[in-house]
């Protein structure tokens, strides 16, 4: 049964870099997307962008200035790095595994990033 | 973006009551469409893919229907643990969007 562990910080201050990892447990890398979602009050859901095995990454627009998407095959892990973070990057931050069949059925356990000077 | 908008945004049911959430997108989205059940503190879980593909392990008292821009999530038999928030969600096209969720509630 695949996992996905997510790992990073919680607390940032504006300007800063944010940086979430997602390590996955049980699965075959290279045959899925992987993917990151945030979640806030005000907006809901939001796909924020995914690569493949090979690092090809597609980027929400609204964030694409600013987001890297990276994947390391060799460590089951993906990456996200959000740049100039503000206020309204606070968030709970998701990752996982998607395809372009049945969309994401595997999530991490979220995390709450907080940015506040 | 293809905005996906759910109604209603809060339904009060009892349990053993036939439910149905509505998914509009605002451009064609084939069957792409999915559905999620979040509870409190958790991550989405997936019900739903392909409008009408019920995700392995989920309960068959879920289904979905639709395709083009009309879309719904019917619970057959309301149970205790069903009471959540619902998400449809497009991934016809990127980004792929979100509605804005129909919480579930106790009547």
């Known amino acids: 049964q695949v996992q996905l562990q997510q790992r990073g910080a919680g607390l940032l201050k504006p300007s800063e870099t944010l940086s979430l990892t997602c390590d996955v447990f049980g699965e075959s890398f290279s045959a899925y997307y992987w993917s990151w979602f945030r979640q806030t009050p005000g907006k809901g859901l939001e796909w924020i962008g995914e690569?493949?095995?090979?690092?090809?990454?597609k980027y929400s627009p609204s964030l694409k200035s600013r987001l890297t998407i990276s994947v390391d095959p060799a460590k089951n892990q993906f990456s996200l790095k959000l740049t100039s973070v503000t206020a309204a990057d606070t968030a709970v931050y998701y990752c996982?595994?998607?395809?372009?069949?049945?969309?994401?059925?595997?999530w991490g356990q979220g995390t709450l990033v907080t940015v506040s000077s | 973006d293809i905005q996906m908008t759910q109604s209603p945004s809060t339904l009060a049911a009892s349990v053993g009551d036939r439910v149905t959430i509505s998914c509009r997108a605002s451009?064609?989205?084939?069957?792409?469409v999915a559905w999620y059940q979040q509870k409190p503190g958790k991550a989405p879980t997936l019900l739903i893919y392909?409008?009408?593909t019920l995700q392995s392990g989920v309960p068959s008292r879920f289904s979905g229907s639709g395709s083009g821009t009309e879309f719904s999530l019917t619970i057959s038999s309301l149970q205790p643990e069903d009471f959540a928030t619902y998400y449809c969600?497009?991934?016809?096209?990127?980004?792929?969007?979100f509605g804005q969720g129909t919480k579930v509630e106790i009547k």
């Open positions: 969600q497009q991934y016809n096209s990127y980004p792929w969007t």
């Open positions: 690569t493949d095995h090979r690092g090809t990454a």
């Open positions: 451009q064609y989205s084939s069957s792409w």
């Open positions: 996982a595994r998607t395809t372009t069949l049945v969309a994401a059925n595997f």
């Open positions: 392909k409008a009408s």
